[in-house]
């Protein structure tokens, strides 16, 4: 499914998720260039919380730029579907070879702020992303290797312990609100 039909087909949970999926409608519509990260003001982007089979634990990675654990995702670079893009990034991020949607539906829209930072030595600008998230589900025996330019680390972390790991207070409140969906 493509992205626009994906994010107007969304069922918003909340007067939050409503407002933020017409900004998310009404920026698209205005900006073509939405799913390249040439878009400096705002892009797409796709990310995932990936439960183990019996749903108790949750696989997150440790963000190198946000310093702190955090859901998979990224960028979709000219990719349209982005359940695609969420898959794909777990993978690449995680060391995962089998990860598959729990649903194909989008869990949760979320206008989330990243603060000027540098990537490979090369400044970037203060933006926002227009995250598109899902839920993935994966095998606690697979073997997991860190992405070392992205992350320092992926673990199997306890749902009910999950914000004793998470340091970025506003990230905390989106996963209480996707596993209170869940």
């Known amino acids: 499914m493509d992205y626009l039909t994906a994010i107007t087909a969304f069922k918003p949970g909340s007067a939050q998720e409503q407002a933020d999926q017409q900004t998310f409608i009404r920026f698209i519509n205005n900006n073509p260039d939405v799913l390249l990260r040439d878009n400096k003001i705002a892009h797409l ?3 995932a919380l990936i439960f183990n089979a019996s ?3 949750l696989l997150m990675i440790y963000h ?3 310093k702190s ?8 670079d000219g990719e349209a579907d982005l359940l695609q893009v969420a898959i794909r990034e777990a993978k690449e991020e995680t060391g995962l070879k089998q990860v598959t949607a729990v649903v194909d539906k989008i869990i949760s829209l ?3 702020p990243v603060f000027g930072h540098l990537k490979n030595n090369q400044p970037v600008s203060a933006h926002l992303h227009l995250s598109v998230a899902y839920l993935l589900s994966a095998s606690e025996d697979e073997p997991l290797m860190i ?3 992205e992350n320092s680390g992926v673990r199997w972390i306890a749902v009910n312990e999950l914000a004793n790991y998470v340091s970025e207070p506003h990230m905390q409140v989106v996963y209480d609100k996707i596993l209170n969906k869940h």
Not at 69 to 76: D, F, I, K, L, M
């Open 64 to 66: 190198n730029i946000y």
């Open 110 to 112: 979320d206008i989330l």
């Open 69 to 76: 654990w955090s859901w998979t995702g990224g960028h979709a």
């Open 45 to 47: 982007t796709s990310s």
């Open 147 to 149: 992405k070392p330019d």
């Open 55 to 57: 749903q108790d634990k």
